[in-house]
C-alpha cells in the first residue's frame, strides 16, 4: 500500500479499482476554520498516520521536545510506558540531553486493562502487564513520559512498581495538556467528575499518584507542536498556493471547553 492523500474536511470519496472520485464536499460557513481533533495528534492515531501533511510520529516527538523546554527536571534518564508515549519520551530525552532507557517491557500474555469490569482489576491488571527491567533504573532518577493522564489510576501502580524495584525518584511528565471538558463530537470520554483534572486530587497530584512530581503540556505548547510544520509550509509555498496562517484550526474542546460550534442543548 502507498499513501495517496488525505481525505478533506466534508469530503465524500467514491474509490474504485480504477480511481478516487470526489462526489461532494460539504462546505463549512465562510470564515469558520476547521477544527481538526487535536487529540488524534495526542492519543487517538497510530504513529505512522500522515494529517494535515504531517506523520504522526513526528509531532508528539515535538511535544516530547516542548515538554522538555516546559518542564524540565534533575535526573538520569528518561523512559515511558510502553509504547504509545515513545515518540514524546525520545524527544524529551533529546532536547534534555539525557539517555532514553526502557524500564518495562510488556507482558504479552496479559489481555486489555480497561475493559475490566472495575478499577480494582484494572490496577492488578495494569501491574501484570509490565515486567520491571530493574538493572537499568536501581538507585537512578527516572523521568516516565506518558502521553496523557485520563483518571489517574493506571499510572499509581505503574510508579509503585518502579519504586519497589529501586528507582530513586520518579517524576512524572505528561505530554498533553489535562482533559477537563467532555466531547460533543463523537469521542467517548469519561463524565466530567471521572477525569483527574477536575478532582480534587488533582491539586496535589503527585503525592495522589505517588510521583515525586507531576507536569503536562500547556495547550499553547500542544498547539505550536501540532501546527508548527504546518505553518512552515505555508510560509515556505509558492504565493498563488499559499491559505492564510489564520485558517489553521484545531478543535481543543476537551482541554479548554471552547467548542467550535455552538451547542445546542
Not at 481533533?37 to 513526528?58: H, L, N, T, W
Not at 501546527?227 to 505555508?234: C, G, H, T, V
Amino acid at each position: 500500500s502507498r499513501y495517496y492523500r488525505e481525505v478533506l474536511p466534508g469530503e465524500i470519496v467514491k474509490i474504485s479499482r480504477h480511481d478516487v472520485q470526489t462526489l461532494d464536499v460539504v462546505r463549512r460557513h465562510e470564515g469558520d476554520p476547521s477544527a481538526f481533533c487535536i487529540f488524534e495528534y495526542v492519543y487517538f492515531a497510530r504513529p505512522d498516520s500522515i494529517f494535515e501533511g504531517q506523520m504522526v510520529y513526528s509531532v508528539r516527538r515535538r511535544c516530547g521536545q516542548q515538554l522538555a523546554i516546559e518542564a524540565p527536571v534533575e535526573a538520569d534518564l528518561v523512559s515511558t510506558v510502553p509504547e504509545s508515549a515513545t515518540p514524546a519520551a525520545l524527544g524529551y530525552a533529546q532536547k534534555c540531553g539525557l539517555p532514553y532507557v526502557e524500564v518495562l517491557c510488556k507482558n504479552r500474555y496479559v489481555g486489555r486493562t480497561f475493559i475490566q469490569p472495575n478499577m480494582r482489576l484494572r490496577q492488578l491488571g495494569v501491574a501484570k502487564k509490565f515486567g520491571v527491567l530493574s538493572d537499568n533504573f536501581k538507585g537512578k532518577r527516572v523521568v516516565i513520559i506518558d502521553d496523557s493522564i485520563v483518571r489517574g489510576n493506571t499510572i499509581s501502580p505503574i510508579i509503585k512498581l518502579l519504586r519497589e524495584s529501586g528507582a530513586k525518584e520518579v517524576h512524572i511528565r505528561v505530554a498533553s495538556p489535562p482533559i477537563r471538558f467532555p466531547c460533543y463530537m463523537g469521542i467517548n470520554i469519561p463524565t466530567k467528575e471521572e477525569l483527574i483534572a477536575n478532582r480534587p486530587e488533582f491539586y496535589d497530584l503527585a503525592n495522589y499518584i505517588g510521583a515525586d512530581s507531576v507536569v503536562y503540556l500547556s495547550v499553547e505548547g500542544l498547539v505550536s507542536s501540532v501546527q508548527e510544520s504546518i505553518k512552515a509550509r505555508q510560509e515556505n509555498s509558492p504565493i498563488g498556493q499559499k491559505s492564510p496562517i489564520g485558517k489553521i484550526g484545531h478543535c481543543t474542546a476537551c482541554l479548554t471547553g471552547d467548542y467550535p460550534v455552538e451547542l445546542e442543548w
